[in-house]
């Protein structure tokens, strides 16, 4: 599988992309391996700009500088420019990786842009091409505008937002990716590209402890420190927004994981729509007028293994917490 | 199988009621008989007491005044009285029944009440007992709230009503039948019941056209007008609110059907709340507090096979409107 991450990188997204890069010497649910072509950066979590900051630090330190970053879109589709919001920075810190310090790169990010990106390898890599998407989803959106043919070519993409038979995270109706550009969910999942949606459904069903977190650092090595730091102070933000979880969901991590192994969670098939306006703006829902159009191109996640997905996901990124 | 119908008695109640009476003597999925126990009755198209006398009126009109009428709570949990909406009367006519006169049965409703009814058919029948209910659903949360063991002890109550992956009837995130009253859908969605939810994810994917309405009536019969003539009303105002359909939907004989054979819908286990404040109050959704607890006793049904239930609801209907 050809890959490509779309990321606000942000804590969670640090740890899905360590938790790719992990990934890249193992095969895939369908045999193929895991090949990062690159890395496209969104806002979300972070501005676009510290999130490309970010890739390439990551990618560097965790021993991948073949890996290309490309910028994507700075702000949502109907709005003028993006600011991180207080509640994105209490939970990913200042620079998105909870104030914790790596080195910055010495690449630099590639001229091409990351919808150009996604578009000329879509063409070029047809239905082996996964977008793994994490942050806001106007990069994408933009890719699929510029290039509508680009839906019938993609093999998969993998969105991590919306919250159809639960509640969201921005408020009872609105999950935080959808949120930031509502209008560009809505054009993907208008796109009839194939999709595959890993929601708040599924990912507020996942739990990391402090305790689990601790194992990397035991390691030793400085990845396994950065690792747990980083989880560390996402972990604090979630003691105080979610007191009860006693822990932290793994939202980006899981849909990383869902990219590489789609037997991970249970899907239903359904259009959705992102309402764009009333007072559920940002609301992902089943469209009413498509229920009984057939064959939907949008599998919405609904249940998921909890219990493999953590064992895959510790045991991997344990692996990684010990290489250097 | 010993089945109670709680209704709000409709057009779509009346052709849910004949389907029910038109598997009297078929065997359900399970390799059971129908045994229908009793009719009680609820608000939400009419008032209750409209609703227990054409329930009467129905039962002794297609041959079966052995069966007893039960008048459960006529308005919701938090109000003092009911009225029927505009939108309602519009729908199901003055009567309840599209304005189309069948003699008031001689016979007279139960001194027992719905609730007691219901309670004292739990302790009797316990996991044989499926309550069908398709109205507002205060009766049955009255029933739990008397006696809350009844949770444990019943076989199944099957809900038409919510609307989890799609939007609402009522507005875009309630459904009637929750909206009538909808601390009333909390109780019960938080009693523990074993519940299986048929709501608009599934209904609104059914369609009945006049022609298939018609051969009813071309049999002749007294039974095949009255089918045909009440489904022309219910396909008069579906023509108006739903132009594009051609058709109606049949959310209570969907639900009907799935009381028998629950095969007939896909469903996903996942622990249902109302919002009950806020802007989206009347909104049926995944508990996001339960989502890691395990086992919910609720199914939500997600996917239809709407051929199969179509063909089935033909032939059963086509045989009743056959029989005089």
Redesign the interface.
């Known amino acids: 599988v050809k890959l490509i991450c779309d990321l606000d990188t942000g804590i969670d997204d640090t740890l899905a992309l360590a938790y790719i890069l992990a990934s890249i010497d193992q095969k895939t649910a369908d045999g193929s391996n895991v090949d990062l072509i690159g890395v496209t950066g969104t806002f979300g979590n972070v501005t676009t700009a510290q999130g490309v900051r970010n890739d390439l630090a990551v990618l560097d330190f965790f021993g991948h500088p073949e890996v290309p970053v490309y910028a994507g879109r700075d702000h949502a589709l109907g709005m003028r420019s993006f600011e991180v919001s207080p509640g994105s920075a209490f939970i990913h810190g200042r620079n998105g990786l909870g104030d914790i310090d790596i080195p910055d790169s010495t690449r630099a990010i590639s001229d091409l842009s990351a919808e150009e990106f996604m578009i000329q390898s879509a063409r070029q890599y047809g239905h082996d091409l996964v977008i793994l998407a994490t942050g806001a989803f106007t990069t994408v959106a933009s890719a699929l505008q510029k290039n509508p043919q680009m839906a019938s070519y993609v093999g998969k993409i993998v969105m991590m937002g919306a919250a159809?038979?639960?509640?969201g995270s921005v408020n009872?109706?609105t999950e935080a990716n959808v949120g930031q550009d509502p209008e560009a969910a809505d054009i993907i999942f208008k796109s009839g590209a194939p999709l595959f949606v890993v929601g708040?459904?599924v990912t507020?069903?996942t739990?990391i402890t402090r305790q689990q977190a601790d194992t990397w650092g035991a390691q030793g090595t400085e990845r396994g420190k950065f690792l747990s730091s980083i989880l560390d102070r996402y972990l604090d933000a979630y003691a105080v927004n979610f007191p009860a979880l006693h822990g932290s969901f793994l939202p980006d991590p899981l849909a990383a994981a869902v990219a590489l192994d789609p037997t991970l969670v249970?899907t239903?098939?359904?259009w959705l729509r992102v309402?764009l306006a009333?007072?559920?703006r940002g609301?992902t829902?089943?469209?009413?007028d498509r229920?009984?159009e057939p064959n939907p191109t949008t599998q919405?996640s609904?249940?998921c293994d909890?219990p493999r997905f953590m064992a895959n996901f510790m045991s991997r990124m344990t692996a990684l917490a010990a290489t250097k």
């Open positions: 159809v038979t639960t509640c009872a109706w708040r459904d507020a069903r739990r249970q239903i098939p359904l309402d009333g007072p559920t609301r829902i089943g469209d009413p229920l009984r919405v609904v249940l909890i």
